[in-house]
T-cell receptor, first 114, second 114 residues
């Protein structure tokens, strides 16, 4: 079962920041937080990941609370192309140096509106 | 490299028929995963391979399902005696053997059983 809880849907105005929350209160010390998104009729796409520090890349920022029990994905200037389902996943980085499977929940359906 | 390729993109079959899907992963990726996704749900893990070895199978993978990855390159997923409940999107992903963030998904094969 997925170890995360996300709101089922959110709206965001185009050009504004989209803040997508994720609760992972049972996260273990060696588990990372990963975010993927799935645009309609496509496979999921990696966005960003982190362990305990905040992370930023060209797509988004990831803010992880100090106790690591929740995180927020931030899309700084949402566009219509960011309309998608966003999945928050927790997983160990490696299992005996072998990457384990990703377990997806139901995600948050983000609708960016003009 | 053009990413993960899946063939066919769409398949309509009659109940009781057998179907086979193909996945061509990114060439340097050792691990290959199969997922199934039904409408409104996140992808559900089915099975994965490390090179040619099938390391894990989900309980979702009934006896009618079989997956192979000969020579550790492309993979096939066969469903025998299809049922209407098999209608779903079947997604393939590949990754390096240690990277939790490096999953690359294909666009999937949409199966409709009539």
């Amino acid at each position: 079962d997925a170890k995360t809880t996300q709101p089922p849907s959110m709206d965001c105005a185009e050009g504004r920041a989209a803040n997508l929350p994720c609760n992972h209160s049972t996260i273990s010390g060696n588990e990372y937080v990963y975010w993927y998104r799935q645009i309609h009729s496509q496979g999921p796409q990696y966005i960003i990941h982190g362990l305990k520090n905040n992370e930023t890349n060209e797509m988004a920022s990831l803010i992880i609370t100090e106790d690591r029990k929740s995180s927020t994905l931030i899309l700084p200037h949402a566009t219509l192309r960011d309309t998608a389902v966003y999945y928050c996943i927790v997983r160990v980085a490696t299992v005996n140096n072998q990457g384990g499977k990703l377990i997806f929940g139901q995600g948050t359906e983000l609708s960016v509106k003009p | 490299d053009t990413g993960v390729s899946q063939d066919p993109r769409h398949k309509i079959t009659k109940r009781g028929q057998n179907v086979t899907f193909r996945c061509d992963p990114i060439s340097e990726h050792n691990r290959l995963y199969w997922y199934r996704q039904t409408l409104g749900q996140g992808p559900e893990f089915l099975t994965y391979f490390q090179n040619e070895a099938q390391l894990e199978k989900s309980r979702l993978l009934s006896d009618r399902f079989s997956a192979e990855r000969p020579k550790g390159s492309f993979s096939t997923l066969e469903i025998q005696r299809t049922e209407q409940g098999d209608s779903a999107m079947y997604l393939c992903a590949s990754s390096h053997d240690w990277a939790g963030y490096g999953y690359t998904f294909g666009s999937g094969t949409r199966l409709t059983v009539v």
